[in-house]
């Protein structure tokens, strides 16, 4: 039997794509949604945002009219943390940077109630390390949403030695009733898909690096020889070129093998400030989300 305890009301912290699409999914599941930033104008235009993207999906026949309707009254924007004390369930879903999300966290213990559990949507950050000092270890998760949300069908949950069975079961409901898929995997590293994908984007790189072909033709090698719908060096900028060079370093980190340091490429890149589709440069070069021309490297 179940020990999962319901969940009605969703608060996530932070409104950029990632935080936007856990609440556009949560609020169409029928959810009670509080969506948090620093600044109100921020929250508005994540709400504005949410609101455009349903109202395209309701014409195009995949959602309800009313709920599309009513997502800008329905959704509740503010800069407090304080308004999500009382929710079941508060998401982080800020930068992928340690000490922000620590003392975000820590805040959230602060002012939720004990029975809240507290969750960090990172990509390769330790859970464990994340919570570590606050007084609810047993209520807290990882979840890794994967970009963009509302497409994209995975969820992995992560769970510490100090997690709950309560507390795990609980938010596994919560995803499969979102309609997403959860994988529930232990406290390490990349958890599962980065500890195996990170290692393949890094050897298309090096491969680029070498000049063994052009990035046009790496991507196309694994569209049209092993059937993947983006090619790895598009993927690398899908997610995020810093993105990557920062779990990179934390698994290099955790494991020690070397396979996991990212390219010396990758890393230029960065610090040139090409982050990929969010800056408008990576391996391709971009018009908002639309791939225009593969960069030349060779």
């Not at 009382?86 to 940077?97: H, K, M, R, T, W």
């Not at 393949?200 to 090698?221: H, M, P, R, W, Y």
Request: charged share 25%; hydrophobic share 40%; glycine share 8%.
């Amino acid at each position: 039997m179940s020990k999962a305890k319901p969940i009605k009301s969703i608060g996530i912290v932070g409104s950029g794509v990632m935080g936007r699409g856990i609440a556009q999914v949560s609020y169409t599941a029928g959810y009670q949604v509080i969506l948090v930033d620093k600044e109100q104008e921020i929250v508005d235009s994540s709400i504005k945002r949410i609101e455009n993207s349903l109202l395209k999906l309701s014409q195009k026949g995949r959602l309800d009219q009313k709920l599309a309707d009513e997502a800008a009254s329905k959704i509740v924007g503010t800069t407090e943390l304080s308004s999500l004390s009382q929710c079941d369930l508060v998401i982080e879903a800020v930068f992928e940077n340690e000490e922000i999300k620590k003392t975000i966290l820590k805040e959230l213990d602060q002012v939720c109630s004990q029975q809240t559990i507290l969750a960090s949507n990172t990509s390769s950050l330790s859970i464990s390390k994340l919570g570590s000092g606050l007084s609810r270890m047993e209520n807290i998760v990882g979840m890794h949403f994967f970009n963009p949300v509302p497409i994209m069908n995975l969820v992995e949950i992560v769970k510490t030695v100090k997690t709950s069975t309560q507390a795990l079961e609980s938010v596994v409901e919560f995803v499969k009733s979102i309609q997403k898929k959860p994988v529930v995997v232990r406290d390490q590293a990349g958890f599962v898909v980065n500890y195996i994908l990170t290692p393949f984007l890094f050897d298309a790189v090096k491969a680029l690096s070498q000049g063994l072909c052009t990035v046009e033709e790496i991507d196309n090698a694994f569209r049209f020889g092993c059937g993947h719908p983006m090619g790895p060096l598009a993927l690398c900028d899908m997610i995020g070129l810093d993105i990557l060079v920062t779990a990179g370093n934390k698994m290099f980190e955790e494991y020690h093998d070397q396979k996991y340091a990212p390219p010396p490429l990758l890393k230029r890149l960065v610090d040139v400030g090409d982050f990929g589709i969010k800056s408008g440069r990576g391996f391709y070069q971009y018009t908002g989300m639309e791939k225009k021309e593969p960069r030349q490297f060779c």
